[in-house]
């Protein structure tokens, strides 16, 4: 016959009882180190730290508070709130070449196969929409980025990307990118477009 269930359980009861240190009645010392314990992992779950170079989004219930934290040590009430951090200084992408993120190989207004490796140096405008508001801002940078400078790379003949517009191009390249990235509200500021290989 199949064991009984209430059988089962004052079993696993007695087990219990047994592995317990005074026979299945926890001391207060006992209890008073298990909500230590607890205490202290709440704390270090409770309290972080936002370097210099970042600020952070504090969540509660999932939605941003109106206020950052910037940087220094911070509390939250862990765990119905939560932090996400942006990294504010100038970053940069490489793009083009030899970089992994783009082939580089662009068709200019003449018809000639030019390499174009630029960089694209930029930072966060705008942390809440940089975190919340586009699912991959950087990776959506480096495709924008591509796609304006063979935009501008095919309106323009060889010469201009070789050595007689350089500037011309980084700033027109510049301007689409940040007209896009508006568009798609990622948060992220371009300061400089720089062509590096032609």
Known sequence: SPPDLEDIIRRGQDRLR??????????????????????????????????PDEVAVELRFGQPKSE???PGLH?????????ETAKISEQLVSIGGGASSGSGL?????????????SVAYQVSDPKAYLFDVSDPDGMLAQVA??????????RPAQDIFR????????AVRE????????????????????EDA
């Not at 240190?21 to 207060?28: E, K, M, T």
């Not at 662009?106 to 630029?118: A, T």
């Not at 689409?176 to 062509?195: E, F, P």
């Open 164 to 171: 007689d517009d350089r500037q011309g191009i980084a700033t």
């Open 18 to 51: 047994r592995a317990l240190p005074g026979g299945g009645g926890a001391s207060p010392a006992v209890l008073g180190l298990i909500a230590l314990a607890l205490i202290v992992l709440w704390a270090f779950k409770a309290i972080y730290t936002v370097q």
């Open 75 to 83: 509390f939250h009430w862990w765990p119905i709130e939560t932090v």
């Open 106 to 118: 662009m068709l200019s207004g003449d018809q000639n196969i030019v390499n174009v490796q630029f």
């Open 146 to 155: 591509e796609s304006a400078m063979r935009e501008v790379v095919g309106r």
């Open 176 to 195: 689409i990118i940040q007209g896009t990235l508006d568009g798609y509200k990622t948060g992220l500021q371009v300061n400089a477009v720089s062509i």
């Open 68 to 70: 950052l934290s910037q």
